[in-house]
């Protein structure tokens, strides 16, 4: 399965998100460590929903660039 994740930077540090797993997050000092980390963490997260016996959620959530103008 394929999952959008959200990738913010934030003072200090790169949190992420999975908005078809709610709970699913990951924080790290650089982009690559938050990478790694949300990969595990999405992993765990369903490896423990199979074991509580819950259904995995299919993919819903679409990522768009939408592109503006800044008007002058």
Not at 21 to 39: D, F, K, N, S
Not at 43 to 58: A, K, T, W
Not at 62 to 68: A, K, V
């Amino acid at each position: 399965m394929r999952y959008a994740v959200i990738i913010e930077k934030g003072r200090n540090s790169y949190g992420a998100y999975v908005p078809d797993l709610p709970g699913c997050v990951a924080v790290g000092e650089t982009i690559e460590e938050v990478r790694i980390l949300i990969q595990e963490a999405i992993e765990f997260h369903l490896e423990g929903m199979v074991e509580d016996g819950e259904e995995i959620p299919q993919p819903s959530s679409l990522i768009e660039y939408i592109e503006t103008q800044i008007p002058a």
